[in-house]
Nanobody
Framework: QVQLVESGGGLVQPGGSLRLSCAASRSIFSFNAMGWYRQAPGKQRDAVATISSGGSTNYADSVKGRFTISRDAAKNTVYLQMNSLKPEDTAVYYC?????????????WGQGTQVTVSS
């Protein structure tokens, strides 16, 4: 059973910063990729940033240059540094871990952490 525990959300003013953390219950290198997704009210859940086991990163166009995904293997933790936050970044942010085999794809999710950007 994989557990992903997020932390670091909260209320921040526009232009501010937050750092989200996702602690995994086992080695992050046991997954093909990890990432952060977000879901605003009434909208679908979209990818924000991902990092592969090899270290390759991808970002949604809307967060490029403002958000940075990183990891600490010793702590089995993935981070999302969010700078220059905008009201449209308001959402529940979910940590994801993906594990692929030849025949299956397993997605694991955290419980989500609320990020609210408002003055």
């Amino acid at each position: 059973q994989v557990q992903l525990v997020e932390s670091g959300g909260g209320l921040v003013q526009p232009g501010g910063s937050l750092r989200l953390s996702c602690a995994a219950s086992r080695s992050i290198f046991s997954f093909n990729a990890m990432g952060w997704y977000r879901q605003a009210p009434g909208k679908q859940r979209d990818a924000v940033a991902t990092i592969s086991s090899g270290g390759s990163t991808n970002y949604a166009d809307s967060v490029k240059g403002r958000f940075t995904i990183s990891r600490d293997a010793a702590k089995n933790t993935v981070y999302l540094q969010m700078n220059s936050l905008k009201p449209e970044d308001t959402a529940v942010y979910y940590c994801n871990a993906r594990q692929r085999s030849i025949t299956t794809v397993n997605d694991y999710w955290g419980q989500g952490t609320q990020v609210t950007v408002s003055s």
